[in-house]
């Protein structure tokens, strides 16, 4: 196994084509959102890459059979245009794998023709979020007047810090290649996973690529999580227990 | 010296062989397990592997004389079936040391013809033990069902998170090389070295490859443990003291 | 993307030139002397280096648009000098980029024919400062003299502990290349950025190259945190509040 | 600068060497006696070693002038023996650094003939010493039965968890080289410098080489570190401040 080992499972000939990435990070915004899409959509298993800058380590499925961490890249259609969807279970564990990891989603965005790419994220907010706002970013000006009109925000030093991961350097090494990239990052409370944040991002990019998915399952995961936070909430004021700490939340939904 | 050094010992030749490994982890399950079947065939020393990526450390034995931390694979028959025993001291010490030092091990796999891996850890339960469950992943739907037989336990979403490490990547890396490969865990309760954890996943080997090994020296050294950790129960009870740390108890067995 | 990359920006030639430093650091005092410079004078963007020993990350302008982190070289003259300046928003993440970062700084000097290198940074004294000294060392004796005359103290055994990342490096790196290096130190707390320690280490500056700069920018924000500084004294002596923390501070100014 | 870069500074010739090591480490024993025998003898440095795998770091002299962080090589006489004497201000910071690094000593000691190897270290007690005991380790049966004449204790599984860093690994390495190694350890408390465990350490290589040499300046320093220990004792018993850390101490001496 080489640092990078990208396994083709079917060859599928793109053109033109938009990469939607949903990565695991803030309130899993991203993956949640391309996992919706890879659920809505008859998406088709294109590629897996591996690599020594994941965790060492398998998960198991009910099957009792153990899979290599990985990427996977989909192949969809979104009202006629070609899509890959970008999702796994890790990001990179170090700087430097971030920025390999990239460049090698980059390498194979070359290889399916892709020209525009979207990054899905979140964006912690510290506080519970009633109105589901999605800030942006940008490499070109042509798509941040576009998503501007469609009801992104891009404010001046927001998000502070920039953007970190996957989702930043796809920004940010896309440049030397002809493709346009864009960051979507749903506003979460930064303390529990978010489907109303993932969808927020979907939103968004239903106007950018005119298409049409249902919302029912996120809603039913949104419910549950809700359900679990009154149910903590009242513990808490039933008690003066200390309050569930991030992972308790993170990985509830 | 190379990243990896293999230093062969003895010339052997192996056929169809069963590779067994027993590195150190939860409950020091795999290793305890490997090393009593070390000690109780007439197993021999085939190869060192040394590497940059485990501890810059030596071990001094009784005589004074210093060696260099290696992993170490022993030659054996288990009911005529030639197997390949593999223990160590220590683990790799980061994500793509993992990596790298499972690929290793797979080439020397691949040398000694092993057609099958089993790899032997713990799972930790957080609680005390009273009924020593075994879990169990694979690679191929054939072992699973051959290991349920054995009473082996394949549990949705168990263990969660994955499997971490060299038993991990040994079922995730040997897809390529077509090697069968299967995780069995013991259950342990992650705070002290589990003997009786080890006994558990070898009465799951003993059936897998019909092999008869005797116990009581396992025995003795889990009632060893017993006595302190009941010493220890009733020092905390006398006294209000701190219970004893995981590493209090992790190197008294 | 190779490990690290030089983006050529604009066609310089220069002469003779003078390398000035200032990365990010205690009281940011190197950053903040450098942009002042930058600032001031008409200077022009000559190259950026990307690296991956950065953070992968990338910053959002008030457009929206995403740049990926960078050290940038701008090129000025002061009194008739050709100066480059160095900048950026991060050091190396890890030892062993540190050593490669400043390497890389040093072949782009050899491009530009630097020949003395002045790097810029805070040293940290843990209280309050009323008097601005300036400490120093360099890589050949005529500096230390040249310096010394100008105000720089030359201690023994301080800063204690030696001078840690680029710029300790760029001294000790520079030797076998034919460049005359020096680092000049501006004392500062240590808690907060040091807009005053910026000025007290480019009034050194002025002295050694010539040259004339007005100071009402950093003036007015040393005013600012001296408010800033003030107010939570105020706060402070009102309640038993905990005292802001160095990360509080920092990144105020 | 490569991974690793070796200056030398005097070519000299050396036959049936013998290299003793004393890096930073335990109560700095190894560098305190080392640096004891620079002073003692006639000593004249040949080389330095240069690594990204040290700090990125230069120390400033007396003078103002930096210097890169180094190992220096020395080439001396002690009984018509000819000896290069190892010191240097850090170890490597990585576990792969380690073995590196050592690797790198190693082959420089097969440019100076060196045959025999002696790695000079502290064992940590974490109580006060009464009578310095040293212990040992050698890579060779003939080594540790000599030693053993001269007082050192070889004890069954001491040092508890082996060696590690430097001096370990220059007695693993060793062995495919033809070079006989052993590693004398100064019992110390761990709390602080220890020129007596160095003097310890001392008069055994005293005995194994045949040497003689003054020790007034270790006791010198033993007698400051005493003070020092008896008025933070005093300090102690009159208030009931937190006992000095072990930073406190160990760059008191």
Do not use: W
């Amino acid at each position: 196994m080489d640092e990078i080992t990208v396994e083709t499972v079917t060859d599928v000939d793109l053109t033109d084509t938009v990469l939607i990435e949903g990565l695991p990070g803030v309130g899993n915004v991203g993956k949640l959102a391309v996992n919706h899409l890879l659920d809505e959509t008859d998406a088709e298993l294109v590629c897996r890459v591996y690599s020594e800058h994941f965790p060492p380590q398998v998960s198991v499925d009910d099957d009792g059979i153990a899979s290599l961490t990985a990427m996977e890249f989909y192949a969809t259609t979104l009202d006629d245009q070609d899509v890959l969807l970008l999702t796994g279970d890790h990001q990179a564990q170090s700087n430097h794998g971030h920025y390999r990891i990239t460049n090698a989603i980059l390498d194979i965005a070359d290889d399916y023709d892709v020209s525009t790419i979207y990054a899905l994220g979140g964006v912690p907010t510290g506080e519970l979020i009633e109105e589901y706002d999605v800030l942006g970013a940008a490499t070109v000006d042509t798509m941040v007047e576009e998503l501007s009109e469609y009801g992104v925000e891009f404010r001046d030093n927001e998000p502070t810090g920039g953007i970190v991961g996957v989702s930043g350097l796809l920004l940010g090494l896309s440049e030397n290649r002809s493709i346009n990239a864009a960051c979507l990052m749903g506003e979460t409370s930064g303390y529990m996973v978010d489907p109303k944040s993932a969808r927020a991002v979907l939103e968004i990019l239903q106007d950018a690529l005119s298409f049409d998915v249902d919302y029912s399952e996120l809603e039913d995961r949104a419910e549950k999580m809700e359900e679990v936070v009154s149910r903590i909430q009242e513990m808490e004021s039933q008690q003066s227990a200390p309050a569930p700490t991030e992972d308790d939340l993170r990985y509830i939904g």
